[in-house]
Structure formats: C-alpha cells, structure tokens
C-alpha cells in the first residue's frame, strides 16, 4: 500500500499517458478478490503405460458456474516416468492451461490450473500440491517391461481458485486499440 502513495507520483512525471487522472490507492486500476468458486478434476492419472517408455498427465476440469469442460493433457516419451510440464500447457480449450511441475526445494509435484475469459481481462486460478507418493505397478503376467510407475493421488478433487480481475486504465486500452486512419 505504501509503496503506492511514492509510485504514483513519479510515474505521473515519467509519461505523459499517466497526466490523466491519477489514481488513489482506492481507485487503484488492478483489482483482486477471491472467488468461492473451484474446478472440478476427474480421471486424474499421471503415470507410465506399460510395455512403453511414454507416461501421460492427463485430466477433465468443469467449472460449473462457467459451464466450461475442458480436457487436459501432456505426454512424455522419455524416462522419468512421472510427466512434469512447464504452465501454460494448453488444454483442448485454449482459455485453459495448466503446469504440472516439480521442485525440489519444496519437494513434490504442483498442479497449476488457470483459466483467461473476458477478452483476457478476468484469470481463475489455483493450484495443488499432489505430494510425492511414487509407486510402481508390478504387471502379474511377469514381464518388467509391463511394469509402471504412477503418482498415488486421487482421481477426483477440487481445486479452489482465486479470480483476478485486470481493469486497464483508459490511457493504455487507447494506446493498444488499432488506429483507424492508419
Ligand atoms: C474439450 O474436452 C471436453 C471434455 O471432453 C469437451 O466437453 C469439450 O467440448 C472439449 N472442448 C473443445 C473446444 O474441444
Ligand atoms: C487472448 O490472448 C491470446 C494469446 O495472446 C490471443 O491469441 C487471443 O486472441 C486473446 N483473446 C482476446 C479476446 O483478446
């Protein structure tokens, strides 16, 4: 908040596009809130198949207050067979992404889920630790190449997410529309 009441005057110096109104902290043009609202996982698995080196993170997402359904999916065709993938890894509706990483630091894996709408002005977004319960399946024909590894989570859950509402101050959605005389 302090920060704010120093910034807003240099920035009213450093451009011209800023000389209109300045905003108060209060009228501040970015604005966050939390929603109660989550999406919904079912079929999560991210896992080895057998008799292949390729593993798959895949899951469906609803978010019934958006009516949006959407299909989530990465592929690994190397070992280590738990799939990481980097956020945003794009689901098959675009306005969703997700990232399933690992970081040591902090050990275990995250799943990062956002969804962009309202002419990219209006993130949901939330995130899970999936821990690091990595078990191996033993194929009972025998064989080790039928053999898998998978992360022990649920198939089903909910993941809560937060709503960010970008508002971008007048000067900068003129500066980004297209000219009409050029
Ligand atoms: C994405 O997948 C979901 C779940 O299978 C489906 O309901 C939805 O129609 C698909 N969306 C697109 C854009 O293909
Ligand atoms: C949202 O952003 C994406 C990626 O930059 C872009 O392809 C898309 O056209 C944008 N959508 C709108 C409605 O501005």
Request: charged fraction near 15%; glycine fraction near 4%; aromatic fraction near 12%.
């Amino acid at each position: 908040m302090q920060l704010k009441y120093y910034l807003l005057p240099l920035l009213s110096f450093a451009s011209p596009l800023t000389a209109t109104p300045v905003a108060t902290p209060e009228k501040a043009t970015l604005e966050s809130r939390s929603a109660a609202g989550c999406f919904e996982i079912t079929q999560f698995r991210n896992s080895g198949s057998p008799h292949s080196i390729s593993a798959t993170v895949s899951f469906d997402l609803v978010d019934r207050s958006k009516n949006l359904a959407a299909s989530c999916r990465a592929i690994l065709s190397i070992q280590p067979s738990i799939v990481t993938t980097e956020f945003p890894t794009y689901c098959n509706d675009t306005s969703v992404a997700f990232g399933f990483q690992y970081k040591p630091p902090f050990p275990g894996y995250w799943l990062s889920i956002a969804h962009i709408y309202n002419n990219n002005n209006t993130v949901d977004t939330g995130s899970i630790w999936a821990g690091r319960d990595i078990r191996r399946y033993d194929n009972p024909s025998g064989n080790p190449n039928g053999d898998f590894d998978y992360l022990n989570y649920p198939a089903d859950f909910k993941v809560a997410y937060n709503r960010h509402v970008q508002q971008l101050p007048i000067s900068t959605l003129a500066a980004a529309a297209p000219n009409p005389t050029s």
